[in-house]
């Protein structure tokens, strides 16, 4: 069975800084776009970040621009979503999604990404 792994989630004080990974298991990471999708309490899933499965196209939304930074590195077929200047509205579970389109028309659609992790949730509270 395809899936991914989140890792690197947790607590972390308003302004501060994590770096979530995302490895998947049973296939090969290079061959797809990556996406980091997030949810919080009592709301639906939304999308952050997406990277074209070479890395040369990345995309944000709006909240997101200036303090989320995606990368992946194909050859430890990791993918990664760095966070800086973290806000309390930041908590959220967080997912990694491949196979979904990654270019300046995609809009996140949740149901168009073919495999999913399991999530991790990450928490901002001081």
């Known amino acids: 069975q395809l899936q991914l792994v989140e890792s690197g989630g947790g607590r972390v004080q308003p302004g501060g800084s994590l770096k979530l990974s995302c490895t998947p298991s049973?296939?090969?990471?290079?061959?797809?776009?990556i996406g980091w999708f997030r949810q919080a309490p009592g709301k639906g899933r939304e999308g952050v970040s997406c990277i074209s499965s070479s890395g040369g196209y990345t995309k944000n939304v709006h909240s997101a621009k200036a303090r989320f930074t995606i990368s992946r590195d194909n050859a430890k077929n990791t993918a990664y979503l760095q966070m800086v200047r973290m806000k309390l509205e930041d908590t959220a579970v967080y997912y990694c999604?491949?196979?979904?389109?990654?270019?300046?028309?995609?809009?996140?659609?949740?149901?168009?990404?073919?495999?999913w992790g399991q999530g991790i949730r990450v928490t901002v509270s001081s």
């Open positions: 049973g296939f090969k990471l290079e061959n797809y776009n």
């Open positions: 999604a491949a196979g979904g389109p990654c270019n300046y028309a995609s809009n996140f659609e949740p149901d168009v990404y073919a495999y």
